[in-house]
């Protein structure tokens, strides 16, 4: 639909746009509306069985009657939680609760003694940062600083571990593994996964054999509370039953911490693609237990890295421009259409089954919105460009249809290209002496309504009027597709114009008129300066379809064209006429006589043998024969041209370099 050079710089400008797109900040739309859509699609899933949180929450201080305070519950309490679970088989516990401060003695030892007896309780640590601004103002390092549990807990611990999750303006979506500027230490998700057994963690091996970034991507379950969740009331009730709490606890990690369904009571509350227009949002001790849970069953959400994400997003806009560039525009938009359902179904599917988080605000609005663009603003080029063309073609004789088959042959006019053809010249006879008797709006009246006549058998036949000059018309039909096809349907318009013009029935507009065939290659296209341009048949085909048109007034025939303008295997309808060096040329070419009227066609074996004579310089006997035919014959004005020339020949002599060839002298 354009040409090759509109192709590229198409492509490069979609490539260009969406490498600026992919290094800008609308990347940044894909932890915002971009995972909101993916989770919303995917809805919400089950967690792994083997994770389980014990809330610290209002309800668990009014049923064991504790302040509503957690830091002010006696750690004895913590003691017995620890001691039942320990003894019920929970593999790792994890507290997502500072004890910093020593309490009451006697609970703070009971505790110490708990943690010390289960050796699989890893409690929390914060971590703070300081800022370090030059005279500016502006921020050149930081310091981190860790703040442990109390020396006496956590000595007693398994270890110690934190828990960071960065925030963003769209809330959170992953987690440090590691802290660099904390020595590196885990965090508390891979501390407690590395306390269960090893058939457990597989996402723990996967990290081990896979080095990932410091930072993992949260693949959440749901919304607040689809973590399985006991109230610590619940939880101590249920250690009162060692069956039940061993099938309740044993094998899994058990993690502690404040998740409370009053918002207004939850001390770290985090907003995520899950939280709703009730402005619930996750508990921090949840989000622990998510990263737990993902390390566990290896569902952490796995996201290229920038360099294959902006290679894809480039790749994806080549992909949406080829079918502008190929495709009709109603055509092109179904197939953006189908193509950006297609990726968002793989995008969902690969998001639920294979956890991997790729790009989809860019790739299914930003980067299609471009491609669209840009490719409904080429086609309105083209169409403008098109219309053009096709004004310029009809003010030279060309049908819109025959402009629009021209066009997709070449790939527009004003591109054009080198193609086979035929190529038809035709002139009217004594049109000066017509034109001298009449006016020149009747003039043009007269021409009108013989074009009128003339190009729509043209047409018909799958030909094109390349330009009309005066009364001289140039037609080519186009032989790349098919030769044979294209002298065909020159040689039947021919023979119909010849009809219609120089049959005894003489139709109304029509005007005696010569016709010239050659076959070979020509440019077709658009042809002048940027003020003024025409569609032409340039070459030189076209000067010697021209050429033989003239040699008509030598002959008295209307028809004449050269051998290779001819169907194969048509002899029948064509009389060779010889071999003659056109004017200007210096190669002979062999004519042969058409007519739509058959009998003038007939050739006496006379006129054969006289024309063999000719050819071997014995114009003696060539004046015998062709004498004889013109008896017989006296309208065979081929005939009567060799009989001239015989004559003055058997004057002059024929000289030592002739081969049979007649040289024209006139155009």
Known sequence: MFRLTNRYLLILASVAITLLVGLSPLTELESGPGIRFLYAMRGMRTPPSDVLIVSLDSRAASALGLPRRITEWSRANHAALVDGLAASGAAAIGFDVLFERARDPVGDAAFARALRRAGTVVLAEAVSRQKIVDSAGREVASIEHRTLPLSLFGEAAHGTAPFILPKSDEGVFEYWTHLPGAGNRPSMPLALAKLLPEDARSGVQAL????VSHRLALNLYGPLGRIPTLSY?????????????????????????????NQSLQADA??????????????????????????????YLRRPGPIVELAGLL???VVLMLAWLCLAPRMAMFATLLALGVYALGAVSAFGSAHLWVPVVLPLVIIPGVVVGLGLGAHYRRVRIRQADLERAME?????????????????????????AVCMCSDIEGYTTISEALSPKATRDVLNRYLEMFIPRI?????????????????????????????????RATLELDACMNGDKHEPGALPTRFGLHFGQVFLGEVGSD???????????????????????????????SEGALPEHRSDIARFAGRFVLKGKRQSLALYQLSSNPAALVCAPEFEHGLAAFVSGDFDTAVSFFERV??????????????????????SGAGPEWDGSVVLSSK
């Open 459 to 491: 047409e018909a036949s799958g030909g094109y009027v390349a330009d009309i000059v005066g009364d001289s018309v140039m037609s080519v039909w186009l032989a790349d597709a098919s030769p044979s096809g294209a002298r065909d349907g020159a040689l």
């Open 531 to 561: 003020k003024r341009r025409e569609i032409r048949a340039v070459g030189d085909i076209v000067n010697t379809a021209s050429r033989v048109q003239t040699a008509n007034k030598l002959f008295g025939t209307w028809i004449l064209a």
């Open 270 to 299: 985090y907003r995520t693609p899950y939280s709703g227009p009730d402005g619930v949002d996750v508990s921090g001790v949840e989000l622990c237990a998510t990263a737990l849970a993902n390390l566990l069953d290896a569902s």
């Open 233 to 261: 009331d619940q939880a101590l009730k249920v250690l009162e039953d060692p069956l039940e709490a061993r099938r309740r606890f044993a094998g899994k990690a058990i993690i502690v911490g404040l998740s409370e369904p």
């Open 396 to 420: 030279h004789g060309l049908s819109r249809q025959a402009f629009e088959r021209l066009e997709g042959v070449l790939g527009g006019m004003s591109a054009g290209r080198t193609v086979f």
């Open 208 to 211: 081990r054999a896979a080095p």
């Open 630 to 651: 013109l008896a017989s014959r006296p309208e065979d004005g081929i005939c009567a041209y060799y009989l001239g020339l015989s004559r003055q020949l058997v004057r």
């Open 315 to 317: 790749a994806w806009s």
